[in-house]
């Protein structure tokens, strides 16, 4: 459920169009991108006002607005209206540290970014402006991991992923290992499951399709979705998967490792 937006008027009637049609959230595209043809990555799109209008409807509905935004102008920005997770926010830093704290913010960063593999992303490699777009953009992110070590801000984990499932496992498995590699391994964890689980809540008592419990952790009254793995993740993400390699890793059928998963107290795989 997509729609352009180019003013108040129009935000505020595709976000309530969006519900209608069963969205949970709101998304916004608050900045450039760097494999969108149209736009230079560090473009800030939306004014505050219009930013307002989307978290004003999001509100009403008892939700939450997310936005994809890359510049620290548009991280502000969007922070300052109410926004509740910022979607790969790589211009992080200490000001925008405090922004998310003062309104109990998230944030969100595919770490594929930070690849030496991120070039042959086909979208990037077959299309010469966003290949440029690619070297200035990881060349202008450099600051980012040590902000996010230094000052831990709540960070989900997501992939970013365009295709078919075979490579959206490999991006995934990529996307594991770099952010052990870069934040450490508890960190990595904890944004897959616990923080992650605090993000889809923000969707509210009435849009949340996982209303009866919580997500992400393991305690009485909560979501039984637990593994089973052959190995201490703590010490070696490659247990749940983790890959240095992206493109030319293998395709895998299930992760070895990985002996039992249970979603919802059912059990689909179990090889002790």
Known sequence: MSCTADSIGDIKACARQNYMQGATQIKLMSSGGV?????PWQLNAYS???LQAAVEVANAYGSYAMSHAYSKVSLLRNLEAGVKTLEHAFMFDKDVYKAMKKNDAYMTTNMTAFSPY???IEAINSNPASARKAKTAQAAFGDYIDNVNKYQPKLGFHVDCVGGVAACEQQADHSIYLSGKFLGNH???????SVNGEIVKLAGEVLDPYFEGKLGVVEEGAYADLLLVDGNPLQDLT??????????????????TMKII???GVIYKNTL
């Open 187 to 193: 960190y990595t964890l904890l944004s897959m499951t």
């Open 35 to 39: 494999a969108s043809s149209f736009d």
């Open 262 to 264: 249970m979603k919802d």
């Open 118 to 120: 991120l070039g042959e």
């Open 239 to 256: 247990v749940i998967g983790a890959n240095e390699k992206w493109f030319d890793a293998p395709k895998r059928d299930g992760i070895e």
């Open 48 to 50: 505050l006002e219009e």
